[in-house]
């Protein structure tokens, strides 16, 4: 028995300083890399919580106070939005600490940066608080959800059209005939994935001896968009680039396929799924891996994009008319005013909004009722999100083409 304990504390010594070792090894340029596997890590105890946590929740008088203990899936939903707010708070409370930092010797870049084991604890603490608290102030919190996981959808496609749009001034700006010809495959290629992608979408979703007339309608209007791209960047008034219209188009098809994906499995014009009444773990693993991944970078590239990110009020290092006290001052001056690479109070409310839009993920947006509620972002308002969010990107991209000419004054 003695020799039990002394194991056991030495194991837990031995993991404590294996964490100590970790969190003291974040540096200045992991600092991103450690926000984001903070965040995969909620994900993941979000959806462990999801499997295994009802039983427990069950059991808690503040939480289950009903007449008619409600359904199982209630309680999975329920798991994951306190998750959620944990860590929504979490990085919402960080995001207010870090307005108005404008260069690297404000000290709450150094909180920024580092003190990464008090914020591991921080966490860990709210994420329990949040299980503390009364049904209503989750309700109100998935209700606002919603309107949060919408807002991230549209800071995604922001994203996406500024790195098309840079995609292609790059390439543009060597002006060299081997990136004009990479150019046009790369384009070519894009569209003959759409093409292929929308033959198959019509294959899978609207299959024959059954009314479709929704999935045909979306995919119908997607191809629309495709075609719309092309004649507005070829118009000689826009004068546009194919690259970005193609790589649109494609992502726009990706959009609608996962729309139709998304319908509930039983649903008759789900051909995709139709022999599929359950889901295997390999599955739900691929797709909450998708999700990580695709919150993940969303979350880096907005942390990455000056067009975003940058303070417009960093300051800038300027050599003074007059220098009094010598170079060695001058140089001591410009070293205290280095300005931020980007915002860290922005970086964080990007990972504010992902909190809510996976938490949405998750619970089928808090529609997770028989089947559905057991799989990754499945359900109906997980289809209209995805079809509305393609039809936001078409419009957003088109408005990116017209909007110089409609306001030649404006700077876009």
């Given at each position: 028995m003695f020799a039990a304990s002394c194991l056991a504390s030495c194991c837990a010594a031995c993991a404590c300083d294996a964490c100590r070792t970790v969190v003291s090894g974040i540096s200045r340029r992991s600092a991103r890399?450690?926000?984001?596997?903070?965040?995969?890590?909620?994900?993941?105890?979000?959806?462990?919580?999801?499997?295994?946590?009802?039983?427990?929740?069950?059991?808690?008088?503040?939480?289950?106070?009903?007449?008619?203990?409600?359904?199982?899936?209630?309680f999975e939903t329920d798991a994951?939005?306190?998750?959620?707010?944990?860590?929504?708070l979490f990085f919402s409370i960080l995001s207010v600490m870090m307005i108005g930092v404008k260069n690297q010797k404000d000290p709450r870049d150094?909180?920024?940066?580092?003190?990464?084991?008090?914020?591991?604890?921080?966490?860990c603490i709210?994420?329990?608080?949040?299980?503390?608290?009364?049904?209503?102030?989750?309700?109100?919190?998935?209700?606002?959800?919603?309107?949060?996981?919408?807002?991230?959808?549209?800071?995604q496609v922001v994203l996406l059209l500024d790195f098309v749009h840079g995609w292609n001034d790059t390439w543009v700006g060597y002006d060299e005939q081997f990136w004009y010809a990479a150019l046009l495959v790369v384009s070519l290629v894009c569209y003959l994935a759409t093409f292929v992608f929308s033959g198959l979408l019509f294959h899978w979703f609207t299959p024959s001896g059954h009314d479709c007339g929704l999935n045909t309608f979306f995919i119908v209007?997607?191809?629309?968009?495709?075609?719309?791209?092309a004649i507005v960047v070829l118009h000689p008034t826009v004068g546009g680039s194919i690259l970005p219209a193609s790589v649109i188009s494609l992502y726009c098809m990706y959009l609608c396929y996962s729309g139709l994906a998304s319908e509930p499995r039983d649903y008759e014009c789900n051909g995709l799924h139709k022999?599929?009444?359950?889901?295997?773990?390999?599955?739900?693993?691929?797709?909450?891996?998708?999700?990580?991944?695709?919150?993940?970078y969303s979350a880096v590239r907005a942390g990455s994009s000056?067009?975003?990110?940058?303070?417009?009020?960093?300051?800038?290092?300027?050599?003074?008319?007059?220098?009094?006290?010598?170079?060695?001052d001058e140089k001591e001056e410009k070293e205290n005013k280095k300005p931020v690479?980007?915002?860290?109070?922005?970086?964080?409310?990007?990972?504010?909004?992902?909190?809510?839009?996976?938490?949405?993920?998750?619970?089928?947006?808090?529609?997770?009722?028989?089947?559905?509620?057991?799989?990754?972002?499945?359900?109906?308002?997980?289809?209209?999100?995805?079809?509305v969010t393609s039809w936001a990107t078409a419009g957003l991209f088109i408005w990116s083409l017209v909007a110089p000419i409609l306001f030649p004054d404006r700077e876009f």
């Open positions: 890399i450690a926000y984001c596997g903070l965040f995969a890590l909620s994900l993941i105890v979000s959806w462990i919580l999801r499997e295994v946590a009802a039983p427990l929740m069950e059991k808690l008088p503040w939480i289950n106070h009903f007449h008619k203990t409600p359904d199982r899936e209630w994951v939005l306190r998750v959620s707010l944990g860590n929504f150094g909180i920024h940066h580092g003190g990464w084991m008090m914020k591991i604890i921080s966490w709210l994420v329990i608080l949040m299980f503390f608290l009364p049904n209503e102030i989750i309700s109100f919190y998935e209700s606002m959800s919603k309107f949060g996981a919408g807002f991230f959808l549209l800071v209007m997607t191809l629309i968009f495709v075609f719309v791209f022999h599929s009444k359950a889901v295997s773990t390999g599955t739900m693993t691929i797709g909450l891996l998708t999700t990580v991944l695709s919150v993940v000056t067009t975003l990110l940058s303070p417009p009020d960093s300051p800038r290092a300027e050599k003074p008319l007059l220098p009094l006290d010598g170079k060695a690479s980007y915002s860290y109070a922005f970086f964080h409310i990007i990972f504010s909004l992902a909190s809510m839009y996976s938490a949405m993920l998750l619970t089928g947006w808090s529609t997770s009722v028989g089947e559905s509620g057991k799989l990754v972002d499945v359900g109906w308002p997980s289809v209209w999100v995805r079809v």
